[in-house]
């Protein structure tokens, strides 16, 4: 099932904080708070405080669909693909 909707008129930037105290603080940005599934997603992550080791940084893309109303409500999720963004450490203040 497949439903056709025009685009929400009102799609304003993102932002996000999140972090370990006194360890980890990222903020996220991104262009849009709302995407169509042939969009492009542009953002940027902000590294503000790094006290620990990080390996790398993936970006998922998740479907969510809720069924149903009340007490009946079911969630599913399901990856549809992940990406990359970042391999190795980085340090305080550095953007991707």
């Given at each position: 099932v497949?439903?056709?909707?025009?685009?929400p008129e009102l799609n304003d930037t993102i932002k996000m904080e999140v972090?370990?105290?006194?360890?980890l603080h990222i903020e996220f940005e991104y262009d849009k708070c709302k995407?169509?599934?042939?969009?492009?997603v542009v953002g940027k992550v902000y590294f503000l405080l790094v006290r620990i080791k990080i390996k790398h940084?993936?970006?998922?893309?998740?479907?969510?669909e809720t069924t149903g109303a009340g007490s009946q409500?079911?969630?599913?999720?399901?990856?549809?693909?992940?990406?990359?963004?970042?391999?190795?450490?980085?340090?305080?203040d550095q953007c991707i």
């Open positions: 497949q439903n056709l909707y025009p685009p972090g370990i105290e006194d360890c995407y169509h599934m042939k969009d492009v940084m993936e970006l998922n893309i998740i479907r969510r409500l079911q969630t599913d999720n399901e990856t549809l693909t992940k990406f990359e963004i970042m391999d190795g450490a980085p340090v305080k």
